[in-house]
T-cell receptor
Framework: DAKTTQPNSMESNEEEPVHLPCNHSTISGTDYIHWYRQLPSQGPEYVIH???SNVNNRMASLAIAEDRKSSTLILHRATLRDAAVYYCILRDMKTSYDKVIFGPGTSLSVIP | SAVISQKPSRDICQRGTSLTIQCQVDSQVTMMFWYRQQPGQSLTLIAT?????????ESGFVIDKFPISRPNLTFSTLTVSNMSPEDSSIYLCSVQDPTGGRGGETQYFGPGTRLLVL
């Protein structure tokens, strides 16, 4: 299975943009890139996903490198509520109901 | 989307006893997943539960220790058997929404069951 690599932790100032990187150098052509986050004392929640093109939704933006070997989750304006662990995960479109395997993720701290 | 509830939300148990955790989903789903999250760690997949068949366990997890039931398309239970302090963790139930297409499925998680074994 293709794996992802993320920094263990990052800090951001409140109301500033945050760029959370993810490396996936062994990604296959059929792997979607998903991002989840886990707020303190809660289960993980879906943030965004994409295949090749950059994606935007109300929570964040996903920028995918042209060679797809890396991606960046962008929080345009960090708030204290964005303090969480962010997980970058690959999902293979060849397999329905593929199990989701979590790496250690990036722990994001937001400084007031 | 899917709304998932778990019972109990937390429990304190004595070693050697067993605890059954319930997971209820507000819609019918084909597959349900059980995860464990040890203190300060990421999530580890325990098993995948398909309705009407035996659960599929990940490496390091066995049916005798973590028996799973899946009686219908909206409900599942995970039992943590013969507990020891090392079983103290958060146990989470999860389902997938297939409407995103293959590879694009969104995963939904319950709030978790916080277990402390003394």
């Amino acid at each position: 299975d293709a794996k992802t690599t993320q920094p263990n932790s990052m800090e951001s100032n409140e109301e500033e943009p945050v760029h959370l990187p993810c490396n996936h150098s062994t990604i296959s052509g059929t792997d979607y890139i998903h991002w989840y986050r886990q707020l303190p004392s809660q289960g993980p929640e879906y943030v965004i996903h994409g295949l090749t093109s950059n994606v935007n939704n109300r929570m964040a933006s996903l920028a995918i490198a042209e060679d797809r070997k890396s991606s960046t989750l962008i929080l345009h304006r960090a708030t204290l509520r964005d303090a969480a662990v962010y997980y970058c995960i690959l999902r293979d479109m060849k397999t329905s109901y593929d199990k989701v395997i979590f790496g250690p993720g990036t722990s994001l701290s937001v400084i007031p | 989307s899917a709304v998932i509830s778990q019972k109990p939300s937390r429990d304190i148990c004595q070693r050697g006893t067993s605890l059954t955790i319930q997971c209820q989903v507000d819609s019918q789903v084909t597959m349900m997943f059980w995860y464990r999250q040890q203190p300060g760690q990421s999530l580890t997949l325990i098993a995948t539960a398909n309705q009407g068949s035996e659960a599929t366990y990940e490496s390091g997890f066995v049916i005798d220790k973590f028996p799973i039931s899946r009686p219908n398309l909206t409900f599942s239970t995970l039992t943590v058997s013969n507990m020891s302090p090392e079983d103290s963790s958060i146990y989470l139930c999860s389902v997938q929404d297939p409407t995103g297409g293959r590879g694009g499925e969104t995963q939904y998680f319950g709030p978790g069951t916080r277990l402390l074994v003394l």
